[in-house]
């Protein structure tokens, strides 16, 4: 990280001199909090002014710019001290508040880094729930869009296979089967016949009924037609006229 982002960034940094932890209290605080090697603290603060002229830190409200004040002490592990800009005996402006855990600093974030933060984490787990469905999802112009997760063959493949039970065919079912199976065999009679699996296949004779003589056919031909042709009944003739008696 650069000097210059490492000074303008402090939120993510902190501090702590072990060789003074042990003997921290709210006296002596604002010492160990003053010392060089910490890089919260300005230089070019009035506490630098007041520890350089040897004087007490009430002269700190008569003067006028950036000072640090011990806000908040709860002995023996949490301090918080307060950057201020100051204006008047009676008129400050906070800057920034910094806290010292079991002899840690740290920068207390602000109101808007807070917000900041939350929303860019929030978006961010947004994002990659977003990414990680679209890598899921698959399309074909013939199927469309589909989701394929990565657990899904393994879920398939640790699947134990179980067989599907063979319901058994009914008594009406077998007999209809037989019928129609008796049915076609009449009408397309085999024409080889294979005795036992391997074995080469044997020509099957089928035996034709002799044709009825011709002689047979003819006669059978005329029997409808001379039944036909017989006589009709005769039919009745009109009476014969009378001459009138006069």
Not at 82 to 97: A, C, L
Not at 119 to 141: K, N, T, W
Request: aromatic share 8%; net charge positive.
């Amino acid at each position: 990280m650069a000097a210059g982002d490492f000074r303008d960034n402090l939120l993510g940094i902190s501090w702590v001199d072990s060789s003074l932890v042990p003997i921290l209290n709210p006296g002596n605080v604002l010492d160990y909090f003053s010392e060089r090697s910490n890089p919260f603290y300005d230089r070019t603060c009035n506490n630098e002014v007041v520890k350089m002229q040897r004087l007490t830190l009430e002269h700190l409200n008569q003067m006028v710019g950036v000072e640090y004040i011990l806000l908040h002490a709860q002995e023996p592990i949490l301090y918080i001290i307060r950057k201020q800009q100051r204006q008047s005996p009676t008129q400050v402006i906070p800057i920034s508040d910094y806290y010292i855990i079991a002899g840690v600093v740290y920068q207390a974030p602000d109101l808007g880094t807070v917000i900041s933060s939350r929303v860019l984490s929030a978006v961010h787990g947004i994002q990659s729930a977003f990414d990680e469905a679209m890598s899921y999802c698959r399309y074909h112009p013939s199927k469309g869009y589909w989701w394929h997760f990565k657990d899904q063959e393994e879920r398939e493949k640790n699947k134990p296979k179980t067989k599907k039970k063979e319901e058994p065919s009914s008594l009406f079912q077998r007999h209809r089967v037989d019928t129609l199976l008796l049915d076609l065999r009449s009408k397309f009679p085999p024409t080889f016949y294979q005795p036992k699996p391997g074995e080469k296949p044997i020509p099957v004779e089928v035996k034709k009924e002799p044709e009825a003589p011709t002689e047979v056919v003819k006669q059978e031909e005329r029997e409808p037609g001379t039944k036909s042709a017989a006589p009709a009944a005769p039919s009745k003739q009109p009476p014969e006229k009378r001459a009138r008696l006069q």
